[in-house]
């Protein structure tokens, strides 16, 4: 009788589990609706925030962020952002990496359509605070000296930190974390250079 009763008891435990299951999956999916547009529209706005650091003000009437193309750069997925004025192609901008001394450096970058740096900005790095991170602008301006430069101003064997006979400045103890941010700005604007007519398409 009494193993009559267990038995019972049992056999409602994987239904009630079930139901629990299923009322779990239900409430996650609707949550998950409920914030999936108010995440995309904060993803979007930081996305036009920090494009909008590195594009000086007047040079776009258009919305960036929908008009895109994607080339590939070294096995992986480019996008690139076309700011316009007046219907008029005025900029790209677009994200290039390189590694530094603890990871990946991913950079942002906006150049005008003569093969112009108009602004850069890292977006993200793992360097060693107090040292590699003074590649953030809000720590130091280092990262401003690239605009108004293109290839070949300076000549392409200058386009090194100074302990490489270059013409950009390192930080003492750090010289790998600039180095890499050179060196993924230089291979940004090669890529630019390379790649201009079907960016301008």
């Known amino acids: 009788?009494?193993?009559?009763?267990?038995?019972?008891?049992?056999?409602?435990?994987?239904?009630?589990?079930?139901i629990v299951a299923l009322l779990a999956s239900a409430a996650l999916a609707l949550a998950s609706g409920a914030?999936?547009?108010?995440?995309?529209?904060?993803?979007?706005k930081d996305l036009r925030d920090s494009l909008s650091e590195v594009l000086?003000?007047?040079?776009?009437?258009?919305?960036?962020l929908s008009d895109t193309v994607d080339l590939e750069k070294d096995g992986k997925t480019v996008t690139i952002y076309r700011a316009r004025q007046g219907g008029a192609m005025t900029a790209a901008?677009?994200?290039?990496s390189e590694r530094g001394y603890a990871g990946e450096i991913q950079v942002l970058m906006a150049v005008d359509m003569s093969g112009r740096i108009l602004g850069v900005r890292v977006l993200k790095h793992s360097e060693t605070p107090g040292l590699g991170d003074k590649i953030e602008v809000r720590k130091t301006p280092w990262v401003l000296d690239?605009?108004?430069?293109?290839?070949?101003?300076?000549?392409?064997e200058l386009w090194?930190?100074?302990?490489?006979?270059?013409?950009?400045?390192?930080?003492?103890?750090?010289?790998?974390?600039p180095r890499a941010v050179?060196?993924?700005v230089k291979g940004g604007l090669a890529f630019f250079a390379a790649h201009q007519r079907e960016i301008s398409a």
């Open 1 to 18: 009788m009494m193993l009559e009763s267990i038995r019972e008891k049992m056999a409602y435990q994987p239904l009630l589990l079930g």
């Open 35 to 44: 914030t999936g547009a108010a995440i995309a529209a904060a993803e979007a």
């Open 56 to 64: 000086p003000a007047g040079l776009a009437d258009n919305d960036f």
């Open 93 to 96: 901008l677009f994200k290039v």
């Open 146 to 156: 690239f605009a108004g430069k293109a290839l070949g101003e300076p000549a392409a």
């Open 160 to 177: 090194a930190v100074k302990k490489d006979n270059g013409v950009f400045e390192q930080f003492a103890g750090a010289t790998v974390t």
């Open 182 to 184: 050179v060196k993924a």
